[in-house]
C-alpha cells in the first residue's frame, strides 16, 4: 500500500502561483510514476501530468503546458506541481496519484490522495 497526502492548495489571485506537494509512505516511492488530476466542481476528473519513477519522462495536458511542471524528490517521497500563471479555470481540487509504470491508460493509478482544493480569482 502507499499512502498519499496532498498539501499547499489555497486561495490565489490569476497571474499568481502555487506548489501543491504530495507526500508518500508505505512502499517504496522511487518505484512509482506519479500523476497529477484535478477535478471541478461539476466535471468530471482530467489528467494534468504525470512522471516517471526516475523523473526523466513527464507529460502534461494541453491546458497546462508551459505553465506547470511536477518536479519530484525521491530522496523526500515527494512530488510536487509548480503551478505558474495560474488562470481561474484553474480552479479544482487537486489529486495525486502513485502506480507501478509510467505507461498505460492514462487514469488507471493505484493509488489516490484525498485531494487538495485549489481556488484562482479573477
Known amino acids: 500500500q502507499v499512502q498519499l497526502v496532498e498539501s499547499g492548495g489555497g486561495l490565489v489571485q490569476a497571474g499568481g502561483s502555487l506548489r501543491l506537494s504530495c507526500a508518500a509512505s508505505?512502499?517504496?516511492?522511487?518505484?512509482?510514476?506519479m500523476g497529477w488530476f484535478r477535478q471541478a466542481p461539476g466535471k468530471e476528473r482530467e489528467f494534468v501530468a504525470t512522471?516517471?519513477?526516475?523523473?526523466?519522462?513527464?507529460d502534461y495536458a494541453d491546458s497546462v503546458k508551459g505553465r506547470f511542471t511536477i518536479p519530484r524528490s525521491n530522496a523526500k517521497n515527494t512530488v510536487y506541481l509548480q503551478m505558474n500563471s495560474l488562470k481561474p479555470e484553474d480552479t479544482a481540487v487537486y489529486y495525486c496519484?502513485?502506480?507501478?509504470?509510467?505507461?498505460?491508460?492514462?487514469?488507471?493509478?493505484?493509488?489516490w490522495g484525498q485531494g487538495t482544493q485549489v481556488t484562482v480569482s479573477s
Open positions: 496519484a502513485a502506480r507501478d509504470s509510467y505507461y498505460g491508460p492514462r487514469y488507471e493509478y493505484d493509488y
Open positions: 508505505g512502499r517504496t516511492f522511487n518505484n512509482y510514476a
Open positions: 512522471i516517471s519513477w526516475g523523473g526523466i519522462t513527464t
